[in-house]
């Protein structure tokens, strides 16, 4: 993710900071009591001895130097500079985060213990568990992957039909205004029943959730293009399929990839249920399975992987959208 | 870049396209409004000459942009009959090319891409692109061709309109209110240049305006239409060498003459 606050942009005449980076001080003061409250406190731990400890408090103390000692070069350095300078505050909430979760978890067990976990588990459990949860990952990015793609795919070309054909429309309106708003997850006990794997039958659940949104704003997408367009093109010898593929289409794009972006969330909720309750892999099989074992690191270790690669996904989406939107003004930034 | 005074001729209309021959016959044409039939062109009957620059004036709403869509061939007409060159008229055809009032450029193309909708439309782009260039060059605009229809003026837009549709190398080219929506300064240069190019490439043209000044500056015949349903009231040959002056003294008459043809003629401020 790039962070592009719109200020730091907008100051190119400030071609040196201030002589003292003053937040980048306040959060080296920050890391500094994480990195105290994490080695000075005894963990109180009845069940696990944590081993990461050590390791985490010495970290923190990195952190704290390399804040001190950028509050005083940064300003020096205009590259940097421009990235960092708003993002101080960002890094004293970060490290005073850090210093308050070690207190109320290892250090003081203000939080009920085994549910609520200090830094140090969930790095062990990163260290311990990685292959298992990598395993995890790609098992669900690649169930997601052949959902996603069909859906997309058979939403489209369903969105295209409803825009353009009065004939399609006559038949598949209907069965989408049925089906569609159903949510995709009621058809799962069926799913499982019908189809021959558990796989088959989660990618074609995630393509019903992804095709839906994607169907409707094409259609709608296509609807509302300017029929002057057509116009233009019919008057300069244009053919039906050149109205389609290069009027209808692009021009609908907008809101094709709204639709997009909306079946993307809607196949991460069908995503994770589907792997918790019939697919043996992927992220939701992990958290359920830590769930089995009670093994509350691990769960929490799996849902911020799972927040990082949802939160990928839809950055990448966003960056294929401005690449082929760049005509487009005004459109957000993700 | 190619050199403007090799490229005039040569490129954009070789061999030589004169101007179509325009034939509308007792033409009549009614919309359906709420089922019931809004008439929007009684009887009218009309004929243009290969080269001709026909002004067609009226107040606004009266019909004149849907003639204009039936010459181009993008409505049959209710009844009546149109003719280019003798054939009759079934459909859209590059020949006979359209300038809206809006641009109606394709935001998602660069300014190139949009004059070359014609030629890409047809298979013929890949062979002919040095017409793109020459078109844009025509209008002025070939420092611009990467830049996307949100970076233009509304001038800038409409000249980009117009080298898409010259790319065609249209025999007939139908305006429909192209300065309409310019300001008064870059209307003012946009006539100019709107003569230049037509006296250049020998096209036929029609132009739908309800700019009185416009007409007379442009044309050599103005047709003049009642309101809705239109119906011809008047044609007035404008008998004038180009360049035109806006306050030429047998201008200025001609003016009071149509504006009175057009019930505003007592009009003052």
Redesign the interface.
């Given at each position: 993710m790039s962070h592009s606050l719109p200020f730091a942009r907008e100051a190119p005449l400030a071609f040196r900071g201030p002589a003292l980076w003053w937040s980048g001080l306040l959060a080296a003061s920050a890391w500094a009591l994480a990195a105290f409250v994490t080695h000075h406190f005894p963990d109180q731990s009845e069940i696990v001895e944590w081993t990461q400890t050590g390791h985490i408090a010495v970290a923190q103390g990195a952190i704290a130097v390399t804040f001190l000692v950028l509050a005083v070069t940064a300003p020096l350095i205009p590259p940097l500079w421009r990235r960092i300078q708003g993002l101080g505050p960002w890094f004293v909430a970060l490290g005073l985060f850090f210093a308050t979760w070690q207190a109320v978890t290892a250090k003081f067990s203000l939080l009920p213990m085994p549910f609520f976990v200090p830094p140090q588990q969930l790095v062990e459990v990163y260290l311990d568990d990685w292959a298992r949860l990598g395993e995890s990952v790609l098992a669900s990015l690649w169930l997601l992957a052949r959902g996603y793609v069909l859906g997309s795919a058979v939403g489209f070309a369903v969105g295209i039909g409803l825009g353009w054909s009065p004939r399609f429309g006559y038949w598949a309106h209907p069965v989408m205004r049925l089906v569609g708003p159903l949510p995709a997850t009621a058809w799962l006990p069926l799913a499982f029943f019908l189809f021959p794997s558990s796989a088959s039958a989660s990618t074609f659940l995630i393509a019903l959730a992804t095709g839906f949104p994607v169907a409707v704003l094409t259609w709608s997408g296509v609807a509302s293009v300017?029929p002057?367009?057509y116009?233009?093109?019919?008057?300069?010898?244009?053919?039906p399929r050149?109205l389609v593929l290069?009027?209808a289409i692009?021009?609908a794009?907008p809101h094709v990839f709204v639709g997009l972006f909306m079946g993307l969330g809607a196949s991460f909720a069908v995503l994770v249920v589907a792997e918790m309750l019939g697919v043996r892999s992927g992220l939701g099989w992990y958290l359920s399975w830590a769930q089995g074992w009670a093994a509350y690191g691990n769960m929490y270790a799996a849902l911020l992987v799972m927040a990082l690669m949802c939160s990928g996904l839809i950055t990448l989406l966003f960056q294929a959208r401005d690449r082929l939107?760049s005509?487009?003004?005004g459109v957000v930034k993700w | 870049m190619v050199n403007a005074a090799t490229l005039d001729r040569s490129l954009l209309s070789a061999p030589l396209a004169p101007g179509a021959a325009l034939d509308v016959r007792g033409v009549s044409h009614h919309y359906q409004l709420k089922g019931a039939p809004l008439p929007v062109l009684d009887n009218v009957s009309l004929t243009a000459a290969p080269g001709e620059f026909v002004a067609l004036l009226g107040p606004s709403g009266c019909g004149k942009s849907t003639l204009l869509r039936l010459v181009?061939?993008?409505e049959p007409p209710t009844q009546g009959e149109l003719s280019v060159d003798g054939a009759p008229i079934t459909g859209?055809?590059?020949s006979?090319?359209?300038v809206?009032q809006?641009p109606?450029l394709?935001?998602?193309?660069t300014v190139w891409r949009n004059a070359a909708?014609?030629l890409?439309?047809?298979g013929l782009l890949r062979s002919q692109r040095s017409r793109v260039d020459a078109a844009l060059e025509l209008v002025g605009l070939n420092g611009f061709a990467d830049a996307?229809?949100?970076q233009l003026s509304g001038g800038m837009a409409q000249r980009a309109a117009l080298a898409?549709a010259l790319v065609?190398e249209p025999r007939l080219l139908i305006l429909d209110e192209p300065l309409g929506k310019l300001d008064s300064l870059t209307r003012i240069a946009m006539q100019g240049e709107l003569v230049r190019l037509w006296q250049r490439e020998g096209f036929t043209t029609l132009l739908v305006t309800h700019d009185v000044e416009e007409a007379l500056l442009l044309a050599t015949r103005v047709v003049v239409f009642s309101p809705r349903p239109a119906r011809i009231t008047a044609e007035i040959p404008v008998d004038l060498a180009y360049p035109r002056h806006r306050d030429d003294a047998r201008l200025v008459k001609l003016r009071r003459e149509v504006l009175a043809l057009l019930g505003v003629g007592d009009a003052t401020v």
């Open positions: 300017n002057d367009f116009d233009v093109a019919r008057t300069l010898g244009a053919k050149f290069k009027v692009p021009a794009l939107l005509w487009q003004k | 181009a061939g993008l859209p055809d590059p006979r090319v359209v809206f809006d109606t394709y935001p998602w193309r909708l014609g890409e439309a047809r996307y229809p949100h898409r065609n």
